[in-house]
Every structure is written in C-alpha cells, then in structure tokens.
C-alpha cells in the first residue's frame, strides 16, 4: 500500500477557505468511504478532524469539512483563522483490515 | 473522556528489540469494541500505521513491517504493547497509540531513537 498523495503545502489568507485534496486509488479512497483527516500542530499529537470522508466529531468546529469524488477526498477549512495553521494529514481504510495515510500538507496562514 | 499514555525505552540498540506500552485510562480497554492501534512518525515525516489489535486479541499489521511487528494486549492492566523487532535507524520515530478506527484520541506520543 502506497501512502495517499497530498500537497506539500497550502496557505490562505484570515477569513479565506482552502482545500486540501487526498489523491489515492480505487483501493483505498475510491473504495470505501472510511477517509479520516487529522490536525496536527509543531509537537502535538493529531487530533481526528473529519471521519467516514464528511463527518465531524462532537466539539470541531463547522468550519471543517470533508468531501469525496471518486478517488480523491478533500478537507476545506472556510473562515481561516490563525489557530487553523498547522498540518493535516489524511487517512483510508485500504482494504484487508489496513490502513493508509497521506503524506501531509503543511497549512499556512498568511 | 478516554486517555492514552505510552511508555517505554527512549533508546534502543540496532538490531535490538523495541517495546511499548500504551495504557488506556478513564475507562476499560474492553469496552466499546474498539480496535487499538499503533501508528509512528519519524522526525519531520509523515504518519505510518503499524498496526491494531482487538481485546479478542485479533491482530492486523502494515504488510511492510509484518515480519517485525508483534503487538498484543492485557486486559487485566488495561493495556496493549507493541515489539518491533531487528530496528533499524529507520525506525527512529515518534510512536503513538490510538483508538478504534477513527485514531481517535492519540496518545501523546513517545519518541524512540534507535542508536548504538
């Protein structure tokens, strides 16, 4: 199992909306609807964002979303705000009781 | 709320074993049918899954570290350990434990280096 395809990087401006896509294959992320996506801030450890590709747990804020289209996922933060700077990784379930991740994308906030 | 806490070496030999623990606190490791995983990031990198186990003792691993991976659980203490065995520098890394299938919560994570 190959990791998921992510950019290296994205940034916006306070107030802006990103995207973060989540490139895989029919096995993984085009196969199932299992994509978690996670933050992470410098020396933390991540925190689940978004499961089962659009689902939010209790306490994250609306601003996050998930989205699936074949076998790209994505996650957009609208209303950027400061505190949202950190990297966010994806996840899938591969199939065989196996799980992949993406490589992270480093959000900057401008 | 649930917590994870690992714990064990911060420092292994090449070729040697390395062995965590991840105690689960604030409630019973056999409840809810959750898997527990194990999952690391070297410095600067990118996330790996390792692999889980169920209370049953059912286990899964990343086929790319199978060979090397034992992970197994007591209930009793309210625990599950991962062995990875003949480490390498390759395997220096932040080593997190997570619950069930969403990774949700981590522990805080524990950093192993492998290192003569």
């Known amino acids: 199992q190959s990791a998921l395809t992510q950019p290296a990087s994205v940034s916006g401006s306070p107030g802006q909306s990103i995207t973060i896509s989540c490139t895989g294959t029919s096995s993984d992320v085009g196969g199932y609807n299992y994509v978690s996506w996670y933050q992470q801030h410098p020396g933390k450890a991540p925190k689940l964002m978004i499961y089962d590709v659009s689902k939010r747990p209790s306490g994250v804020s609306n601003r996050f979303s998930g989205f699936k289209s074949g076998n790209t996922a994505s996650l957009t933060i609208s209303g950027l705000q400061a505190e949202d700077e950190a990297d966010y990784y994806c996840?899938?379930?591969?199939?065989?009781?196996?799980?992949?991740f993406g490589g992270g994308t480093k959000l900057t906030v401008l | 709320q649930v917590q994870l806490q690992e714990s064990g070496p911060g420092l292994v030999k090449p070729s040697q074993t390395l062995s965590l623990t991840c105690t689960v606190s604030g409630g019973s490791i056999s409840s809810g049918n959750y898997y527990w995983s194990w999952i690391r990031q070297p410095a600067g990198k990118g996330l790996e899954w390792i692999g889980r186990i169920y209370t049953s003792g059912s286990t899964n691993y990343n086929p790319s570290l199978k060979s090397r991976v034992t992970i197994s659980v007591d209930t009793s203490k309210n625990q599950f350990s991962l062995k990875l065995s003949s480490v390498t520098a390759a395997d220096t890394a932040v080593y997190y434990c997570?619950?069930?299938?969403?990774?949700?919560?981590w522990g805080q994570g524990t950093l192993v280096t492998v290192s003569s």
């Open positions: 996840c899938s379930y591969a199939g065989s009781s196996i799980w992949v």
């Open positions: 997570a619950r069930g299938d969403r990774f949700d919560p």
